[in-house]
């Protein structure tokens, strides 16, 4: 009998342990990390070829044309 | 390198929503869908005021802290912008957004809540450059043409600044002390009062 319970337990041993093994079927994601996919430079286009200088002239330009007081003419008193 | 912020001057806005307009033009947003709009506030009453309001692509952008699936990343330039191939629709991103930037189209018979859709700075997004998929996803890519936003540049008033931080709090600063009132900028802080969350290490992105 107590044979019996000694064979029994050790097919049983390895049915529980097989248990741990599972692996996570969720997807794990990074805290804090960008998943997605990766996005170029601005100056990378076609456009600038990788010329960051010019890129950074052309939107520095830009940025100044909003301000009226440079763009416009001083008033002629 | 430039720091990309929007500045809105609610001493200028005239209410005209041009720069709603040129939003939806620029990037033929769907119907339903505002990546910006203009809010007034004391609507008719004397000295009413009004703001344009978008993603103001924050400096700690909570929406990016939220995110359970992290679909947000920082350009080098400042701009936050989403990867929609990622983005679940669950709109975390708009409870924590103080501005309400985030905007979800209605999808389907049954109003499915499609994925997340606000203002890219009109910087595409993570697709090849003036791409359809860019275009069809995120809208037009003025930023790599070397361009500002479209709202901010065609402003009549100029009440609405976009562009690089330094460069449009100069043209602001000379404004107030010309008009020698107004100094208020609506959300700037709320934007950018918090350090500056470095943007987030992009893999085969070329620096």
């Known amino acids: 009998m107590k044979r019996l319970i000694v064979i029994g337990a050790a097919a049983v041993l390895p049915l529980i342990a097989a248990g741990c093994g599972e692996k996570a079927t969720v997807t794990v994601y990074k805290q804090g990390q960008y998943q997605g996919k990766p996005d170029n430079q601005p100056w ?9 200088v010019a890129w950074e002239k052309a939107i520095k330009a830009r940025n100044l044309g909003q301000n009226e007081y440079v763009r416009a003419a001083p008033a002629a008193n | 390198m430039a ?23 620029e990037n033929e947003v769907p119907w339903g869908v505002n990546r910006r709009r203009v809010v007034t506030l004391n609507d008719g009453l004397p000295g009413e005021k009004s703001i344009s309001v978008a993603c103001m692509h924050c400096s700690d952008a909570p929406c990016m802290a939220v995110c359970p699936v992290d679909c947000f ?21 708009f409870y924590a957004c103080p501005f309400g930037a985030p905007q979800f189209p209605q999808d389907g018979a049954f109003g499915l809540r499609g994925k997340m859709d606000k203002c890219t700075f009109c910087a595409g997004g993570p697709e090849p450059d003036f791409s359809a998929a860019e275009f069809r996803k995120y809208g037009r890519n003025r930023l790599a043409e070397g361009k500002l936003p479209a709202c901010a540049e065609q402003c009549a008033t100029k009440a609405l600044l976009g ?45």
């Open chain 2, 73 to 93: 990343y920082k350009t080098t330039e400042g701009v936050v912008l989403h990867d929609k191939d990622i983005c679940i629709g669950c709109g975390y991103c």
């Open chain 2, 163 to 207: 562009g690089d931080a330094d460069v449009i709090a100069d043209i602001y600063r000379d404004r107030v002390l010309k008009r020698g009132k107004g100094s208020e900028v609506w959300g700037w802080g709320t934007a950018y009062g918090r350090p500056e969350k470095k943007p987030a290490a992009q893999p085969g992105a070329k620096s």
């Open chain 1, 44 to 52: 990378d286009s076609e456009q600038f070829k990788g010329d960051k």
């Open chain 2, 3 to 25: 720091r990309m912020k929007f500045l809105a001057d609610a001493e200028r806005c005239i209410e005209c929503n041009g720069c709603v307009t040129a939003c939806k033009n």
